[in-house]
């Protein structure tokens, strides 16, 4: 199920989604024209998140090897040999084993995903906000436990940005 895994794992990150909503998400969720992911988290929140390049790719190559597994009348996106949906716990197992064949020491579970998510996709824009609302987070304060920033970069935004920052020469 390598193609499976791929997009699942591709989906997990470019779109920073929480385990439940990944084996939530069924075929009619994905828009590839408008590059998004419709999905329900907490609190039977809806939200519409994107999904980039590679995940869309990836995505579409599980669709063409899914026709062969999922019966007509099956809506999840990601199902298993026997053509019904996945559980959170194929999911984790199947990230541990991928982690394992890539040689990683670390325990690595989906919840990993999101947080690089957001971690990177904050370290690349800034907006707190953004990230907040890709979340799915109603208060900014459990976005800012989700993210880290490292010192450094923390200071070089602050150097570039302080009026008072600068050294006078």
């Known amino acids: 199920m390598t193609i499976r895994d791929r997009a699942m794992f ?45 995940a869309q790719r990836a995505l579409r190559d599980w669709l063409a ?23 959170a716990r194929t999911v984790q197992r199947r990230l541990e084993t991928w982690a394992l064949r890539q040689g990683l020491t670390q325990h690595v579970h989906p919840h990993m995903l999101r947080h690089s998510f957001a971690s990177h996709v904050l370290q690349s824009s800034g907006d707190l906000r953004a990230v907040q609302e890709m979340l799915g987070h109603s208060s900014i304060s459990t976005t800012q436990i989700y993210t880290h920033l490292d010192y450094q970069y923390l200071a070089k935004i602050y150097d570039a940005a302080h009026p008072r920052a600068k050294k006078k020469p």
């Open 10 to 54: 591709e989906l997990f990150y470019s779109s920073g989604l929480r385990l439940s909503e990944l084996t939530g998400v069924k075929l009619g969720d994905v828009d590839f024209q408008d590059g998004t992911v419709r999905v329900t988290g907490k609190g039977n929140k809806t939200r519409v998140v994107p999904v980039g390049d590679l």
């Open 65 to 87: 090897a899914r026709t062969a597994l999922a019966t007509p009348d099956q809506a999840a996106l990601f199902v298993g040999g026997s053509g019904r949906p996945v559980s």
